[in-house]
């Protein structure tokens, strides 16, 4: 059973009229000032779960005087400073929730004198999630962590990270144990620290034991839990304030069944067999033994409603040769995660609907009675939130099918 059914949506929303959105900058709503008087619209949240950051945009207007030719920033200034939280709600009617929480990366002052006097100037704010501070925080280092999902938890402890949970721009922290550590998510076996340049056993000083701790080289936090992310096949990315370490589509729950409706404004569902492979093979050496290491992982997922698409697929082999694979298991986590990253590029669905905000990458959805081939399950990996004046809110889902489905199954 999905989480969210389509018809009480629609009645929670009262049939997706009268769209409402609001912004808190530093917890403070821009249009309840009194002091200013000021409109935010324009709204664009994007939120993933790729290896990329989630951003927002949105426009404050008002606040700018026509006559001197420039902004009361006195009064403006606290919905302009760079660092403030953020906080986006969308919604219908009455009823509004949380899409976005971050920060104010980027501030433009934008004056377009040819437009009509009221949007003449205005400022546009861009803001994003935590990812955002992780890619300019770069070092090298040896931490204190002899597991990897340790390693992240560490990282994601330190103190800028810390400063945003205080500001509850980040509220919670949901980080899944690594394969390599013991009890971990997936077949354990692999060498504490192995796997990734700079981690592995090292020899101690003064003839000590072996030191397990994991390096970063050079590298941003974020470029290091991405790694380690693809290593293990996790994802890694955030809901709101709620930061998400964990197997890769491990939660199988659907999250919302689609079925033909008038919520929907647009869709484009496709299927493409190119680079789709019908097995990987993973090559590499067990050092410690000095044994070859090979796994290979077949691909049996159904391409067509015939059978002409199976035998094209079934002869084609992706081959992956990397001495960092150190293991059987890490080979068998590698073949998985390639595997996987291929297969997902088979089928695509891009949706435009009334706008919900309970739609949310990193979750299954069902589409249903659309006819065979069309009717299928997808994994969200993208989410875009709009909201503007003219067109409402709409809420555009983009995923990706490994196989085909029907009402009954596999095909």
């Given at each position: 059973m999905a989480a969210y059914d389509l018809s009480e949506l629609y009645t929670?929303?009262?049939?997706?009229?009268?769209?409402?959105?609001?912004?808190?900058?530093?917890?403070?709503?821009?249009?309840?000032?009194?002091?200013?008087?000021?409109r935010v619209t324009d709204f664009n949240v994007e939120i993933t779960s790729e290896f990329k950051a989630g951003i927002a945009s949105f426009s404050i207007k008002g606040g700018f005087s026509e006559g001197a030719g420039s902004y009361d920033m006195d009064k403006l200034k606290k919905y302009a400073m760079l660092g403030q939280s953020v906080r986006i709600y969308m919604g219908h009617a009455s009823s509004m929730t949380e899409v976005f929480r971050g920060y104010v990366a980027m501030v433009n002052f934008q004056y377009l004198p040819d437009t009509d006097i009221d949007t003449s100037a205005f400022i546009r704010i861009t803001a994003m999630d935590v990812k955002g501070i992780m890619m300019a925080n770069n070092s090298s280092k040896r931490l204190k962590a002899n597991y990897y999902s340790d390693a992240v938890k560490e990282i994601l402890e330190q103190k800028p990270y810390q400063d945003l949970q205080n500001r509850e721009i980040i509220t919670d922290l949901a980080i899944s144990d690594t394969p390599d550590k013991p009890g971990g998510d997936g077949p354990a076996g692999a060498i504490p620290g192995g796997g990734l340049p700079g981690g592995g056993l090292s020899g101690g000083a003064g003839g000590e034991g072996p030191d397990n701790r994991i390096e970063m080289v050079a590298e941003s936090d974020y470029e290091f839990v991405v790694k380690v992310a693809k290593k293990f096949n996790f994802e890694f990315f955030t809901i709101g304030g709620n930061v998400a370490f964990r197997p890769a589509k491990s939660n199988t729950q659907e999250l919302i069944e689609i079925i033909p409706s008038i919520v929907i404004k647009s869709f484009d569902v496709g299927y493409d067999i190119t680079g789709v492979v019908g097995q990987v093979k993973v090559r590499s050496i067990d050092i410690g033994k000095g044994n070859k290491v090979e796994v290979t992982q077949k691909n049996n997922a159904t391409f067509s409603l015939g059978n002409k698409a199976k035998p094209l697929i079934s002869n084609q082999a992706y081959v992956y040769t990397?001495?960092?694979?150190?293991?059987?298991?890490?080979?068998?986590?590698?073949?998985?995660?390639?595997?996987?990253?291929?297969?997902?590029?088979?089928?695509?669905?891009?949706?435009?609907?009334?706008?919900?905000?309970?739609?949310?990458?990193?979750?299954?959805?069902?589409?249903?009675?659309?006819?065979?081939?069309?009717?299928?399950?997808?994994?969200?990996?993208?989410v875009i939130h709009e909201y503007n004046e003219l067109t409402g809110y709409t809420t555009t889902i983009i995923g990706r099918a490994a196989t085909l489905e029907d009402s009954n199954g596999l095909l």
């Open positions: 929670k929303y009262e049939g997706f009229y009268f769209p409402i959105a609001r912004v808190y900058i530093g917890d403070k709503d821009p249009e309840a000032d009194k002091k200013i008087n000021l990397d001495s960092s694979v150190e293991s059987q298991d890490d080979a068998t986590r590698r073949a998985s995660y390639i595997m996987e990253d291929m297969s997902y590029r088979f089928g695509t669905i891009n949706m435009t609907l009334s706008g919900m905000p309970e739609l949310v990458p990193g979750r299954f959805i069902k589409l249903k009675d659309f006819g065979s081939g069309i009717s299928n399950k997808f994994y969200l990996t993208d």
